[in-house]
């Protein structure tokens, strides 16, 4: 199984981006899907997560209403995040995690995790 997070860059605080996840070797459009981010220094943090339906999404409480969440299960078999109005403070490597239930609590129990994409946002 392998996950493929990219779509990082270099962008001005205020600019956008779109990561996209893919994943290969399991049945994608079946996995709740989620993005993590770890920036320098600190701990792996949640951002958002998707159940396999797209019926239901989560957000951390520093995203809400900047990222969006969504995945594309019938084409292009892929997790998208989009991220408006990026801060400084999203500054971080990205990552991509897909489990098969719930999403789960504490990061380290979402089964298979993406190689990670960097974003860095300057101010």
């Known amino acids: 199984v392998q996950l493929q997070a990219s779509g990082g860059g270099s962008v001005q605080a205020g600019d956008s981006l779109r990561l996209s996840c893919t994943a290969s070797?399991?049945?994608?459009?079946?996995?709740?899907v989620g993005w993590f981010r770890q920036a320098p220094g600190k701990e792996r943090e949640f951002v958002a997560a998707?159940?396999?339906?797209?019926?239901?999404?989560?957000y951390a409480d520093s995203v809400k209403g900047r990222f969006t969440i969504s995945r594309d299960n019938a084409a292009k078999n892929t997790v998208y995040l989009r991220m408006n109005s990026l801060k400084s403070e999203d500054t971080a490597v990205y990552y991509c995690?897909?489990?098969?239930?719930?999403?789960?609590?504490?990061?380290?129990?979402?089964?298979?995790w993406g190689q990670g994409t960097l974003v860095t946002v300057s101010s």
């Open positions: 998707i159940v396999w339906s797209g019926d239901s999404t989560s």
């Open positions: 995690a897909a489990d098969p239930g719930a999403p789960p609590r504490r990061s380290r129990d979402w089964n298979y």
């Open positions: 070797g399991l049945t994608f459009r079946r996995y709740t």
